[in-house]
């Protein structure tokens, strides 16, 4: 007997015309808060003294000068170490734990999802169970580890920690379950080794988690000051030299607005560069068997 053919209407969304204007309204709103604080960091770094005194304050620059900036990197270039240094040191800390947390979330990610191996399920549920604690929590035992590594006063101890970031390798087990075996079975009866599989089936499938996790571990270590572990100045990171300089008081206020536009600024920039490339990867993702 011949099949029927069945026939799925697809569901339509049934919005009036009030209800689409109330969401875009609200949609604006949001939108307007979300900006606002941007927008008040990049024009205050803008104002001169007088107008960053000024009672009530406004919000937009009435007469911008690039002051603020001038007396920043003067005070940098005053300090006995290189603004070049402490922008060498960031750029290894940050870069440095931003690719390793990335490299080994994955690699780790990679048989958590697609082998099976005794005490498989306890090993995820144990790294679950860290993203429940503060970093606060870990900071004693962190810092008890680090010594006993004997790796205080170097990148090291800011680097290393950045590699067992538990969401990471969550998020990136998550997105690897979503390849479907097969594709992986038949890489592997055509020859290919578990790290051919890995890094020319695995990471390019999954280019949207580790992006994404690239843009996180980024903004963590950009903000991360080294205080706790690094006592040389010589090994101090740009926020911290930054941070030491708005708390110089009234007299560098305006190097602290510039200061404050940097520091947003940067991590910023590297969002919306990998953004785009979230986005049109998402929408070429989501393999089925």
């Given amino acids: 007997m011949p099949k029927k053919r069945v026939f799925h209407r697809e569901k339509q969304l049934n919005r009036s015309f009030a209800g689409n204007t109330l969401l875009f309204i609200i949609m604006i709103i949001c939108g307007i808060f979300m900006v606002l604080p941007l927008v008040m960091i990049v024009n205050n770094a803008l104002k001169p ?21 001038t007396d920043l990197f003067t005070l940098m270039n005053d300090s006995w170490v290189p603004f070049s240094r402490y922008i060498l040191n960031t750029v290894i800390i940050t870069g440095g734990g931003m690719v390793g947390h990335v490299i080994i979330a994955s690699m ?34 962190q810092y008890l580890v680090i010594s006993w590594l ?17 969401m990471g390798l969550y998020l990136m087990k998550q997105f690897m379950e979503q390849i479907p075996d097969s594709m ?7 020859g290919a080794s578990e790290w051919k ?18 843009i996180f571990q980024f903004q963590q270590m950009w903000g991360n000051t080294g205080s706790l572990f690094l006592r040389d100045e010589q ?27 940097i520091i947003a600024a940067v991590p910023i920039i590297f969002f919306l560069v990998c953004q785009s490339n979230v986005i049109e990867t998402m929408t070429t ?3 089925k068997d």
């Avoid at 995820?124 to 604690?133: A, C, E």
């Avoid at 911290?240 to 607005?257: D, W």
């Fill in 235 to 261: 090994l101090k990171p740009l926020q911290y030299a930054l941070q030491q300089i708005t708390a110089g008081g009234v007299a560098r206020a305006g190097a602290a607005a510039a200061v404050t536009f």
């Fill in 49 to 69: 003294l007088d107008e960053l005194y000024q009672f009530p304050p406004q919000i937009f620059v009435r007469n911008p000068t690039l002051e603020n900036f």
């Fill in 285 to 287: 993702s989501g393999m």
């Fill in 184 to 190: 992986i079975e038949a890489a592997r009866l055509d």
């Fill in 108 to 141: 780790a990610a990679y048989p958590l999802a697609k082998n099976n191996f005794p005490f498989k399920k306890q090993l995820f549920s144990m790294v679950v169970l860290s993203m429940m604690f503060s970093w606060t929590v870990t900071q004693i035992p």
């Fill in 150 to 166: 004997h790796i205080n006063n170097k990148y090291w101890a800011l680097i290393l920690p950045a590699w067992s970031f538990g």
């Fill in 197 to 214: 599989i890995y890094w020319t089936i695995v990471m390019p499938n999954v280019k949207p988690a580790w992006l994404t996790l690239a």
